[in-house]
């Protein structure tokens, strides 16, 4: 049985290092050019070549999305930029076009190729004629019943397959939505999506102007288009069992709380099921991890057919059962640490620390200084501050802290 690869988004460099810190294999970014999301952060030429660098010293991968749509007037724009790629060496370019294929190919023929979710792959025919064209991977859609995917493997059984098995959902087919570029002038397939498909909607009869009626029972409107998000821990030991190469988490745009938290899960979650695939059973403590992180609903998706609700018609809001406040970037002289804050803590304030080998106790703010070690007392211009925490043991580096939601 092979052991699939657990693959993070990462928006930004810091995003990249507590993915691999927590249990990622590889990652995948994108630089400021060619990527679908264009407000992700994402990597400077600079910066790609520093995380490329610092991967393959790390044994881990980092794959660059180039998945974006483009143009004629994108072609010699995407042949200087896959120059670049070509000298940085990426462990592969994600992509969704044929032209950019062809520009790969010429520009960096060295560089392997995935076929990303963006090209609507649905059957075995069109894996093969992907891999006749030299892909090495193909990235499935989210739309595929767990009965299609098997064919698939067995149809195909020396391609690469990448399946998505965590994070938001795109109402439309393989993400190819014209809602954004036709309500906003956003075009979200060439990384400028607004997210149409989260906001509130209701019907007005064309006659009766200001009477606006919902479309299902909720007169506050409905979120007919937002989906729940995918959430396939639980069930994970299927698609390995499957032969599934690499399983994806959705969430670039997301907080290093989150590509921590989920790179440590399925990790932890895979690592379990392959030490003793006949005794496994799923862990509910993990699921209970992910709750605690930045998230809508969760579903399983449309890979099992008996779960026909995707949608969420109240809300499309956030919810965690923990508030992220930051994470450990240096220890100083005994319970004394240098803490990038992400939210506002208090002195006397409980936190719950995450180890990045996941270990969680609790440890206590005794104190919050300023770079002149005066007491931070209104600490909402978020930064790098001391901290003074009592803890049953010394915080190692990248170590998160985070505090329980009132009521979660």
Same mark, same amino acid.
């Given at each position: 049985?092979?052991?699939?690869?657990?693959?993070?988004p990462?928006g930004?460099?810091?995003?990249?290092?507590?993915a691999?810190?927590?249990?990622?294999?590889?990652?995948?970014?994108?630089?400021?050019n060619?990527?679908?999301?264009?407000?992700?952060?994402?990597?400077?030429?600079?910066?790609?070549?520093?995380?490329?660098?610092?991967a393959k010293t790390?044994g881990?991968?980092?794959?660059?999305a180039?998945?974006?749509?483009?143009y004629?007037?994108?072609?010699?724009?995407?042949?200087?930029?896959?120059?670049l790629?070509?000298?940085?060496?990426?462990?592969?370019?994600?992509?969704?076009?044929?032209?950019?294929?062809?520009?790969l190919?010429?520009?960096?023929?060295?560089?392997?190729?995935?076929?990303?979710?963006?090209?609507?792959?649905?059957?075995?025919?069109?894996?093969?004629?992907?891999?006749?064209?030299?892909a090495?991977r193909?990235?499935?859609?989210?739309?595929?019943?767990?009965e299609?995917?098997?064919k698939?493997?067995?149809?195909a059984?020396?391609?690469?397959?990448?399946?998505f098995v965590?994070?938001?959902?795109?109402m439309?087919?393989?993400?190819?939505?014209l809602?954004?570029?036709?309500?906003?002038?956003?075009?979200?397939?060439?990384?400028?999506?607004?997210?149409?498909?989260r906001?509130s909607?209701? !019907?007005?009869e064309e006659?009766?102007? &200001? @009477? %606006?009626m919902? $479309?299902?029972e909720?007169?506050?409107?409905?979120?007919?288009?937002?989906?729940k998000?995918?959430?396939?821990?639980?069930v994970l030991e299927?698609?390995?069992?499957?032969g599934?190469?690499?399983?994806?988490?959705e969430?670039r745009?997301?907080?290093?709380?989150?590509a921590?938290?989920?790179?440590?899960?399925?990790s932890?979650?895979?690592?379990?099921y392959m030490?003793d695939?006949?005794?496994?059973?799923?862990?509910?403590?993990w699921?209970?991890?992910?709750l605690?992180?930045?998230?809508r609903?969760?579903?399983?998706?449309?890979?099992?057919?008996g779960?026909?609700?995707?949608?969420?018609?109240?809300?499309?809001d956030?919810?965690a059962?923990?508030?992220?406040?930051g994470?450990?970037?240096?220890?100083?002289?005994?319970?004394?640490?240098s803490?990038? !804050?992400?939210a506002?803590l208090?002195? &006397? @304030? %409980?936190?719950? $620390?995450?180890?990045?080998?996941?270990?969680?106790?609790?440890a206590?703010?005794?104190?919050v200084l300023?770079?002149?070690?005066?007491?931070?007392?209104?600490?909402k211009?978020f930064?790098?501050?001391?901290l003074?925490?009592d803890?049953?043991?010394v915080?190692?580096?990248?170590s998160?802290?985070?505090?329980k939601?009132q009521g979660k």
């Amino acid at each position: 049985m092979k052991k699939p690869e657990i693959l993070s988004p990462a928006g930004s460099p810091e995003k990249a290092r507590f993915a691999f810190a927590y249990g990622a294999d590889a990652v995948y970014a994108a630089g400021e050019n060619f990527g679908l999301r264009s407000s992700a952060g994402n990597f400077t030429n600079n910066e790609l070549e520093k995380a490329v660098s610092e991967a393959k010293t790390l044994g881990k991968k980092i794959y660059v999305a180039a998945n974006v749509f483009p143009y004629n007037s994108d072609i010699e724009p995407m042949k200087a930029y896959f120059d670049l790629l070509a000298r940085i060496k990426p462990d592969a370019v994600i992509l969704s076009d044929l032209g950019a294929m062809s520009v790969l190919k010429e520009r960096a023929p060295r560089i392997p190729f995935h076929v990303s979710v963006q090209a609507n792959n649905l059957n075995y025919r069109e894996v093969l004629e992907w891999g006749r064209l030299g892909a090495k991977r193909i990235i499935l859609a989210r739309e595929l019943p767990f009965e299609e995917i098997k064919k698939i493997r067995k149809e195909a059984p020396d391609m690469e397959l990448e399946i998505f098995v965590h994070g938001s959902i795109c109402m439309s087919f393989s993400g190819r939505c014209l809602l954004s570029n036709y309500m906003t002038g956003r075009d979200s397939n060439r990384g400028k999506c607004a997210q149409s498909c989260r906001w509130s909607y209701r !019907l007005e009869e064309e006659k009766r102007p &200001g @009477e %606006y009626m919902p $479309v299902v029972e909720d007169n506050r409107g409905t979120y007919i288009f937002n989906s729940k998000d995918l959430c396939c821990a639980p069930v994970l030991e299927r698609f390995i069992e499957l032969g599934i190469d690499s399983f994806k988490i959705e969430g670039r745009m997301k907080s290093t709380h989150y590509a921590a938290v989920t790179a440590g899960v399925y990790s932890r979650i895979r690592d379990e099921y392959m030490k003793d695939p006949a005794g496994y059973r799923f862990n509910p403590v993990w699921y209970e991890e992910l709750l605690k992180i930045s998230h809508r609903e969760y579903t399983n998706g449309l890979y099992f057919q008996g779960e026909r609700i995707n949608q969420d018609y109240t809300s499309s809001d956030y919810r965690a059962s923990y508030k992220y406040c930051g994470y450990v970037k240096a220890h100083g002289d005994k319970n004394i640490y240098s803490v990038q !804050l992400k939210a506002t803590l208090k002195t &006397g @304030e %409980y936190v719950e $620390v995450l180890t990045s080998d996941y270990r969680i106790f609790e440890a206590k703010v005794t104190a919050v200084l300023n770079a002149d070690n005066t007491e931070a007392t209104h600490n909402k211009q978020f930064g790098t501050y001391t901290l003074k925490l009592d803890a049953p043991e010394v915080l190692p580096e990248l170590s998160i802290l985070r505090v329980k939601q009132q009521g979660k």
